[in-house]
């Protein structure tokens, strides 16, 4: 027997019957609450030949495990209304329980369209089902770089020893900026000595966004091996890859980076200079004293002042 009582779905029933699409419509948007324990109406509804009744059905679908649901919203990932589509993939992304994962794997290989395949790859990214690891390899050649940003999503989840190296090859190669900064963050489980190696290379890379994501990688990771890098990025052209740089400095903790923080102090941008002196606080380098005095005594922003206060309290300690 249903959880959900009959008057409810036989409201629901015979609005669906009705000749009147809006009747139709508002009957979905009405009883959407019973989605989760009486899909089958939902999913006949989202084959509706009105694309007002396609959507709300979309909508009502949000997060709901059932195999046929998933498939229909599969479905709708290639309907002729924009709107649709776009609510279908949001449905999917929802779902929280790996129940869903064997009707995604069906599809997602299959999938026509990059839309289809790069929603199908989200969906799947949060289950962290281990089934999908080898589409989401075969998904980092996509022609399509929203495909291979969504192949790394779910490549970074399932944190597989075996995507390290892909994915340090998309951070290398890739031709979609987007593509690289999310293969940056996705390395974020990968302490080893090809993930280091790839996310230094990127410091270096055209555009500043992966730089960043490399840097804050590179603090997460705090590996050695990143210092000379990270201590060339304090000097980057843009400040929020040398803010970055500098906060992974103090991750490391290593005497090396002192000159290069000390440096930052003088920095035109603010948030620069307050970072580098927490750093120096991390480091407790009691060359950086001087330096530090100066930025608590004298530096025109308040937060400046009172990081270096700070830094200086811990090199007395």
Do not use: C
């Amino acid at each position: 027997m249903s959880a959900v009582a009959d008057p409810e779905l036989d409201a629901l029933t015979r609005a669906l019957a009705d000749p009147d699409p809006a009747v139709r419509r508002l009957g979905v948007l009405r009883a959407a609450d019973l989605a989760d324990d009486a899909p089958a109406p939902f999913v006949a509804a989202t084959r509706d030949a009105d694309a007002g009744v396609r959507l709300e059905a979309a909508r009502a679908l949000e997060g709901v495990a059932d195999g046929a649901a998933v498939d229909a919203l599969a479905d709708r990932l290639d309907d002729a209304d924009g709107e649709v589509r776009r609510a279908a993939a949001e449905s999917l992304a929802e779902i929280l329980d790996e129940a869903a994962g064997p009707p995604l794997l069906r599809r997602v290989t299959a999938a026509p369209t990059p839309f289809a395949r790069a929603a199908l790859l989200a969906a799947l990214r949060k289950l962290r089902v281990p089934g999908a690891l080898a589409p989401a390899l075969a998904a980092l050649d996509d022609a399509d770089p929203a495909v291979r940003r969504e192949a790394v999503g779910v490549l970074a989840y399932l944190r597989a020893p075996e995507a390290v190296e892909p994915l340090a090859g998309r951070l290398a190669a890739d031709p979609d900026a987007e593509v690289r900064r999310t293969a940056a963050g996705g390395l974020g489980y990968a302490d080893n000595g090809r993930a280091t190696a790839a996310l230094v290379a990127a410091l270096h890379d055209a555009d500043w966004q992966v730089r960043e994501a490399a840097a804050v990688t590179l603090g997460k990771l705090a590996p050695p091996a990143a210092m000379a890098g990270l201590v060339a990025a304090v000097a980057d052209s843009n400040w929020q890859v040398a803010v970055k740089a500098a906060t992974a400095l103090g991750r490391l903790a290593e005497a090396a980076a002192v000159p290069a923080l000390v440096g930052a102090l003088t920095h035109p941008v603010p948030n620069l200079r307050k970072e580098a002196a927490a750093a120096l606080g991390t480091i407790g380098a009691p060359d950086a004293a001087p330096a530090l005095g100066k930025a608590a005594a004298d530096d025109l922003d308040v937060e400046v002042r009172k990081a270096a206060g700070r830094a200086l309290e811990r090199l007395r300690r």
